[in-house]
């Protein structure tokens, strides 16, 4: 018997119409055809689901390996497995060029495994641009589809499952089904929670903002909030099977409720998490400084559980810039929310996006970034080189600034921001803090004068950075206290407080 004898045994019932009661039925049917495949390899089939990009996409990762789990499929670290998703960024132009060396490298393994199912989603796949190169030049992919459909996943496998299992295409084929946009929400679909013990939440997707630099609202779609019911009863789900920390995601967090058919924001919304037993620590992302609210900043100062982080992009210092960027805000007004977050909550830390490089972008304007970042002093920055996006407005400016000055002017913002950043994490140096214990830190770090025997913990501080102590593993998961022994920058080396 061959691969290509196998045939689906059960009778022939009506696929449903609605969600997410379709997907299930797929992946019912899905979950036949691996049971079959499973008996005829004597093995067992594994995926591997590689994620480019932001919490976003990782957040999607989970959702796509929650439906291929739900198949009996199983993780596999490497990319050697029967089926890999890469799940693509395409904010800058490096990133789709890591995918599509990192295609080639799954074209050399599909010749060792021709059973192989290459499938790419993600953000890259929304470009026409990408598509059309994947289909000239990588043809043995076998399934592309987008941002907005990957709650799809059952169905579009299966459609590959039967060319591929049941003999009905021969020959191959490459399945691409990328949608427009659309104001679909599919909820209650399985998910995998990479840590057991923090996972973020969609509470919107998408994005009316139109930075004209950015893709984002192109490839992700118009913004749309998800009902506050659905997002509370998926928190309280993770709560009660042990997560204690999540993180809320959004492109523009402080816009969420537009468009609801009932009345909510992002500050009522985050004081209904606050108040969900279990949940321990609350953090969101990401916050656009025109939209950010005194009641927000009032919720986040009232609350034990919301984390005394928030992560403001800035982008420019320089007024003409952010105009340019359609920002809808100045220094100054940027200026005036550090000052109202400070004063509510003094510890608060503060982290940054800052593009360098924006078309026309003069010294004058550069200084007036570094500028703000000095008052500010922030804990962190992503500092991005401005990368040309084709479609944006951006893209056709003129001015574009030449690439040795952008370097130039990035190396001297990475300074500012770093020894900003150190000097405010160092005041931290002989506090006793909280920490959220993350993983074990395998390598271990050469800063210790390390035992043998003795297992090395990171943990997250509520301000984001990281501390290496020693400890059990089976305190990962758990919040306890750490003395900060020793400041390296970006993070410390610490001892655990035993109570
Ligand atoms: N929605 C978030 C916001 O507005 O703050 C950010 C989402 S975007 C995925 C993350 C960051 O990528 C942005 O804040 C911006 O700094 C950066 N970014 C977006 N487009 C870029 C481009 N064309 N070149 C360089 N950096 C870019
Ligand atoms: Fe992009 Fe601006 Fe939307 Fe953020 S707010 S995703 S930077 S368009």
């Given at each position: 018997?061959?691969?290509?004898?196998?045939?689906?045994?059960?009778?022939?019932?009506?696929?449903?119409?609605?969600?997410?009661?379709?997907?299930?039925?797929?992946?019912?049917?899905?979950?036949?055809?691996?049971?079959?495949?499973?008996?005829?390899?004597?093995?067992?089939?594994?995926?591997?689901?590689?994620?480019?990009?932001?919490?976003?996409?990782?957040?999607?990762?989970?959702?796509?390996?929650?439906?291929?789990?739900?198949?009996?499929?199983?993780?596999?670290?490497?990319?050697?497995?029967?089926?890999?998703?890469?799940?693509?960024?395409?904010?800058?132009?490096?990133?789709?060029?890591?995918?599509?060396?990192?295609?080639?490298?799954?074209?050399?393994?599909?010749?060792?495994?021709?059973?192989?199912?290459?499938?790419?989603?993600?953000?890259?796949?929304?470009?026409?641009?990408?598509?059309?190169?994947?289909?000239?030049?990588?043809?043995?992919?076998?399934?592309?589809?987008?941002?907005?459909?990957?709650?799809?996943?059952?169905?579009?496998?299966?459609?590959?499952?039967?060319?591929?299992?049941?003999?009905?295409?021969?020959?191959?084929?490459?399945?691409?089904?990328?949608?427009?946009?659309?104001?679909?929400?599919?909820?209650?679909?399985?998910?995998?929670?990479?840590?057991?013990?923090?996972?973020?939440?969609?509470?919107?997707?998408?994005?009316?903002?139109?930075?004209?630099?950015?893709l984002v609202p192109d490839v992700r779609g118009r913004e749309r909030s998800r009902r506050p019911a659905d997002i509370l009863n998926e928190i309280r789900d993770m709560a009660s099977k042990g997560i204690v920390e999540v993180m809320l995601l959004g492109q523009n967090v402080n816009s969420y409720g537009k468009g609801l058919d009932e009345p909510a924001d992002?500050?009522?919304?985050?004081?209904?998490?606050?108040?969900?037993?279990?949940?321990?620590?609350?953090?969101?992302?990401?916050?656009?400084?025109?939209?950010?609210?005194?009641?927000?900043?009032?919720?986040?100062?009232?609350?034990?559980?919301?984390?005394?982080?928030?992560?403001?992009?800035?982008?420019?210092?320089?007024?003409?810039?952010?105009?340019?960027?359609?920002?809808?805000?100045?220094?100054?007004?940027?200026?005036?929310?550090?000052?109202?977050?400070?004063?509510?909550?003094?510890?608060?830390?503060?982290?940054?996006?800052?593009?360098?490089?924006?078309?026309?972008?003069?010294?004058?304007?550069?200084?007036?970034?570094?500028?703000?970042?000095?008052?500010?002093?922030?804990?962190?920055?992503?500092?991005?080189?401005?990368?040309?996006?084709?479609?944006?407005?951006?893209?056709?400016?003129?001015?574009?600034?030449?690439?040795?000055?952008?370097?130039?002017?990035?190396?001297?913002?990475?300074?500012?921001?770093?020894?900003?950043?150190?000097?405010?994490?160092?005041?931290?140096?002989?506090?006793?803090?909280?920490?959220?214990?993350?993983?074990?830190?395998?390598?271990?770090?050469?800063?210790?004068?390390?035992?043998?025997?003795?297992?090395?913990?990171?943990?997250?501080?509520?301000?984001?950075?990281?501390?290496?102590?020693?400890?059990?593993?089976?305190?990962?998961?758990?919040?306890?206290?750490?003395?900060?022994?020793?400041?390296?920058?970006?993070?410390?080396?610490?001892?655990?407080?035993?109570?």
């Amino acid at each position: 018997m061959t691969d290509l004898d196998i045939k689906e045994t059960d009778v022939e019932i009506k696929v449903p119409e609605k969600e997410p009661e379709r997907q299930f039925f797929y992946m019912e049917k899905c979950r036949k055809l691996v049971e079959q495949r499973v008996k005829l390899k004597k093995r067992s089939l594994r995926y591997h689901v590689e994620t480019f990009g932001c919490q976003m996409n990782f957040k999607d990762s989970e959702k796509l390996e929650g439906v291929l789990a739900a198949m009996g499929i199983e993780a596999e670290e490497s990319e050697k497995a029967d089926i890999v998703i890469y799940n693509t960024c395409t904010v800058r132009e490096n990133a789709n060029t890591k995918v599509y060396g990192r295609i080639g490298y799954l074209g050399k393994l599909k010749k060792q495994n021709p059973d192989m199912i290459i499938a790419l989603c993600g953000c890259m796949m929304q470009e026409p641009a990408a598509v059309e190169k994947i289909k000239n030049s990588y043809s043995f992919v076998d399934l592309i589809f987008g941002t907005h459909n990957i709650f799809k996943l059952a169905e579009l496998l299966y459609n590959v499952f039967e060319d591929r299992l049941c003999g009905k295409e021969k020959k191959h084929r490459m399945l691409i089904d990328v949608w427009k946009d659309t104001d679909k929400i599919v909820e209650e679909l399985p998910s995998v929670y990479k840590y057991s013990f923090k996972a973020g939440v969609n509470i919107m997707f998408g994005c009316n903002n139109f930075c004209t630099y950015c893709l984002v609202p192109d490839v992700r779609g118009r913004e749309r909030s998800r009902r506050p019911a659905d997002i509370l009863n998926e928190i309280r789900d993770m709560a009660s099977k042990g997560i204690v920390e999540v993180m809320l995601l959004g492109q523009n967090v402080n816009s969420y409720g537009k468009g609801l058919d009932e009345p909510a924001d992002f500050a009522g919304l985050l004081s209904k998490v606050d108040g969900i037993e279990g949940i321990e620590r609350i953090r969101f992302m990401t916050s656009h400084p025109k939209d950010l609210s005194d009641e927000l900043i009032d919720v986040m100062a009232r609350s034990k559980h919301i984390c005394r982080h928030i992560h403001l992009p800035l982008q420019s210092g320089s007024d003409r810039l952010l105009k340019a960027m359609n920002r809808h805000y100045t220094a100054a007004d940027y200026m005036k929310l550090v000052e109202k977050l400070r004063k509510a909550m003094p510890d608060i830390a503060i982290t940054t996006d800052i593009i360098v490089g924006f078309p026309g972008e003069t010294e004058q304007d550069f200084s007036d970034t570094l500028k703000v970042c000095e008052e500010v002093a922030f804990d962190s920055a992503f500092t991005f080189i401005y990368s040309k996006r084709t479609g944006t407005p951006a893209a056709a400016m003129e001015d574009q600034v030449p690439p040795d000055v952008v370097k130039e002017r990035f190396d001297r913002l990475l300074e500012v921001i770093r020894r900003t950043s150190e000097e405010k994490a160092s005041a931290l140096t002989g506090k006793t803090v909280q920490v959220l214990v993350e993983e074990t830190d395998r390598e271990g770090l050469e800063a210790f004068d390390k035992k043998k025997d003795q297992v090395y913990l990171t943990g997250r501080l509520e301000n984001n950075l990281l501390v290496h102590f020693a400890g059990s593993s089976d305190l990962i998961g758990k919040l306890v206290n750490v003395k900060l022994d020793e400041c390296k920058g970006f993070y410390f080396l610490g001892s655990l407080c035993q109570k």
